[in-house]
Nanobody, 121 residues
Framework: QVQLVESGGGLVQPGGSLRLSCAASGSIFSIDAAGWDRQAPGKQRELVAA???????NYGNSVKGRFTISRDNAKNTVYLQMNSLLPEDTAVYRC???????????????WGQGTQVTVSS
């Protein structure tokens, strides 16, 4: 069974930084695209960042220039470096990965359990 586990969330003051990690484990042949979404209570889920297997990136407008997504293919891990954090960044952050579990299988999207990020003074 494939599992994605996030870590690194917590409470931080405005202007501070956090680094989130998303480690995938289980039967994994390859990971294509991966990324991070977030959702605040009562609000719609939104894209934070995405990265392809080749390293191309895409960011939501509200985080562009402040957040950086990266990946370590050898470790099956995706990272999200968050700088200059704002109170409006407060949300549950979930990672996702589009992956193959074997050489002959099709792709499927898997999600982490989510980690809380709270930006408050």
């Amino acid at each position: 069974q494939v599992q994605l586990v996030e870590s690194g969330g917590g409470l931080v003051q405005p202007g501070g930084s956090l680094r989130l990690s998303c480690a995938a484990s289980g039967s994994i042949f390859s990971i294509d695209a991966a990324g991070w979404d977030r959702q605040a209570p009562g609000k719609q889920r939104e894209l934070v960042a995405a990265i392809t297997s080749g390293g191309s990136t895409n960011y939501g407008n509200s985080v562009k220039g402040r957040f950086t997504i990266s990946r370590d293919n050898a470790k099956n891990t995706v990272y999200l470096q968050m700088n200059s954090l704002l109170p409006e960044d407060t949300a549950v952050y979930r990672c996702n990965a589009d992956l193959r579990q074997s050489r002959l299988s099709g792709r499927g999207v898997y999600w982490g359990q989510g980690t809380q990020v709270t930006v408050s003074s």
